[in-house]
Structures are given as C-alpha cells and as structure tokens.
C-alpha cells in the first residue's frame, strides 16, 4: 500500500507564501509523475502542478511564475512553494502520485491521493 501525507497547509494574507510537503511512503518501486491538485468550494479538482520522473514540469496558467513544485527524491517528498498568494487560491490542495507501480513483479499502476491540506488565503 501506498501513503501519501501532506503538510504546510493553513491561512495566510495575499500576498503571503507558503509551502507544501508531501511525503510518500509504503511500496513505490516506479512512478510516472506526482503532482499538486486542488479543490475550491462548489468547484472541480484541478490540476495545480505536476512534476514527471525525468523532471519535466507544467503548471496551470493561474499559478505559472508564483508557484513552484520540486522532489527531493532521497527523502521521497514533494514540494509545493506558493509564492503571491491570492485570495483565489484558497482550496484544498492534494498531492497526487500516478502510475504507481509496487513492484517490480508487476506491470498495474494506480493512482493515489493524499488527504488533503487546507490552504486560505486571506484579502
């Protein structure tokens, strides 16, 4: 089984920075990305940020030069730091592993998802 903990959420005024861990632990032997989602109120999960394992980067325009996603693979950590936060941040922010596979005696990949930090951001 895979687990997926998420730290840093909270409440900041605009303008402020926080920033997001997510560590990972439990039977990860391959994964094809892991990425930051989120959720505002009366709203769908969207993408925030996604990091593939070469390193490659995309993030959704709303956030594109204010926020930044790195790994620390020796730690198994994702990282989230939000700069010039904005009141439209606030969400619930959720790390995503994908394509997860357990083992190297299988092919299946799944995806999981951490429980969710709360961000706030204040005017």
């Known amino acids: 089984q895979v687990q997926l903990v998420e730290s840093g959420g909270g409440l900041v005024q605009s303008g402020g920075s926080l920033r997001l861990s997510c560590a990972a632990s439990?039977?990860?032997?391959?994964?094809?990305?892991m990425g930051w989602f989120r959720q505002a109120p009366g709203r769908g999960r969207e993408l925030v940020a996604r990091i593939t394992s070469g390193g490659r980067t995309n993030y959704a325009d709303s956030v594109k030069g204010r926020f930044t996603i790195s790994g620390d693979n020796a730690k198994n950590t994702l990282y989230l730091q939000m700069n010039s936060l904005k009141p439209e941040d606030t969400a619930v922010y959720y790390c995503?592993?994908?394509?997860?596979?357990?083992?190297?005696?299988?092919?299946?990949?799944?995806?999981?998802w951490g429980q969710g930090p709360q961000v706030t951001v204040s005017s």
């Open positions: 995503k592993a994908e394509g997860v596979r357990t083992s190297y005696l299988t092919y299946a990949r799944s995806d999981y």
């Open positions: 439990g039977s990860i032997f391959t994964r094809d990305a």
